[in-house]
């Protein structure tokens, strides 16, 4: 992990070293302004991107075309130096001819063999031929050397052809002398023009040589100034063409990170005049419209607030009323069910027979609509917020029993299975046991209302420092898509609304529950049964 935050504080350094030298390079050199013009050009990016390509491809090409050159121009010096050697070696070859055919001379006037001077003739042929041929490749300077040279090796072939003449007549003793003196005088003589030859020949090789070696260098150096160029050249225009996008690209993550943040009145400004241009002219209407629609919303959400207001205003002035309503009901409902009770046990005089029966649905409805000016009220109290929870301590097994014994008749009267099931060691809990008893009253008397045989549980388990209660039945079930919309007010489980009722009784307990600071849901399946499961905290905190 250390590794691994050196290599990422690593690459932050190089970033930001990288951004400095960047900015220098905008900002402190031409090449910023290079960049703008280039972004400036009205073509597209792909046209920029060709262009440069293209520059590029044409150095390269050009640097071929010299070196083509300069291997052609060192190819035709290697020609010439070769040339150079040959004639070296033909002026030396001479120079060599030369020294053997004063050696067959002297050779001859010490013998007196006319054999010697057969070999000096041989030579002579070898020096004639090899000055010809350097005669056909020499300069004018060199020819006018050789035609010297010609001349007194023609009057050396004279004096050899006297020294043959003496030696078959017998005179040589006498001419010795004579021939000797007139043979070396011009053998002197074209030794030192064929020196000078020599020499002429070995500077034009250095001249060559020296030629050929600066080719070399120049060829060297033509090619790597081409190369650097090139090399430059491409650097330069993929900084160009390259920053050319990169800025109007930062400028637009920018403008993005702006909108995103919420400002949609940014703008973005680039002088591209190519794709970018476009995307950031794009950007800016699209900016333009998000900061119109973001006022509309703003209206429509300030007019919403408005609206809200006066809603709330009037579902409170509502539930003021139905409490006050219900609560002014209940008085002289509650009358009704007293005087009623009395008149059936015969406090003012004997009911006669026929008058029971009616008595009693009067008594049976009235109760029925108690109950229900009692859940309009509970909802309205606490849709005013004025519903508080009496939080106490109190025995889960008296509430479960309470509600076992208060709904046992209407389950024998159905003809069900009233059970309920909970361990005998759960805790003392904490919070309304009034409220926890009115939502398993709402849930269980809704399982025996739904249910027409087979039986309801009640349950209650403890999973860590919730209490899990549980009404079960084997009743008409609820569909799937429903499922989600049995807690809504005023929304019968049955959808026939066989059941009666108002609808608020899983609604009144869901808010009950949530006032503890619990939850509640529910199982079902199409005829089969539904399982309704609330939990609440065992110790129901101040602020729930």
Known sequence: MRQSARVARFDDISRDGLNRVVAFLLTRTPLGFLVGWVARVPASVHTKLLVAFLVITGLFITMAGVSLQTISRTAEQSRKMHAAHERVEWSQQIDHTLARQMHYTALALLLRDEAAVARILRENNRFNDALARLEAAGTAEERDLIQQIRARQDGVMEAVADIANAIRDGRLDEATARLLGRQERAYQEIEALVGRLVEIENGQMTSLKEAVEEANFRSIFLTACFAALAIVLALLCGFIISWSCLLPLRKAQEFLGAVGAGDFGATITVQNRDEFGAQAARMNRMSAELRRL????????????????????????????????????????????????????????????????PLADIQTNGRHLLGLINDVLDLSKIEAGRMELAREEYLVHDVVESVRVSLRSL??????????????????????????????????????????????????????????????????????????????????????????????????????????????????????????????????????
């Not at 919403?304 to 002289?332: C, D, G, I, V």
């Not at 307990?509 to 849901?521: A, D, L, P, T």
Request: charged share 25%; hydrophobic share 40%; aromatic share 8%.
């Open 294 to 357: 973001a006022d509309q919303q703003h209206q429509a959400a300030a007019s919403l607030r408005q609206l809200n207001a006066q809603l709330e205003q009037a579902s409170r002035a509502k539930s003021e009323f139905l409490a006050n309503m219900s609560h002014e009901l209940r008085t002289p409902m509650n009358a009704i069910l007293g005087f009623t009770e009395m008149m059936r046990d015969g406090l003012y005089c004997e009911i006669p027979p026929e008058m029971e029966e």
């Open 411 to 544: 389950a024998v009267e159905r003809g069900l299975e009233f059970a309920a099931s909970l361990p005998a060691d759960l805790p003392v809990a904490y919070g309304d046991a009034k409220r926890i008893r009115q939502c398993l009253m709402n849930l269980a008397g809704n399982a025996l209302k739904f249910t027409r045989q087979g039986r309801v549980e009640i349950g209650v388990e403890q999973h860590g420092d919730e209490l899990v209660y549980r009404v079960t039945d084997t009743g008409i079930g609820i569909p799937k898509e429903d499922l989600e919309k049995v807690f809504d007010e005023f929304r019968q489980v049955d959808a026939t609304g066989a059941g009666g009722g108002t609808g608020l009784g899983l609604s009144i307990s869901r808010k009950f529950i949530e006032m503890h600071g619990g939850r509640i849901w529910v199982d079902s399946e199409l005829g089969v049964g539904s399982t309704f499961w609330f939990a609440v905290p065992v110790r129901v905190p101040v602020t729930a």
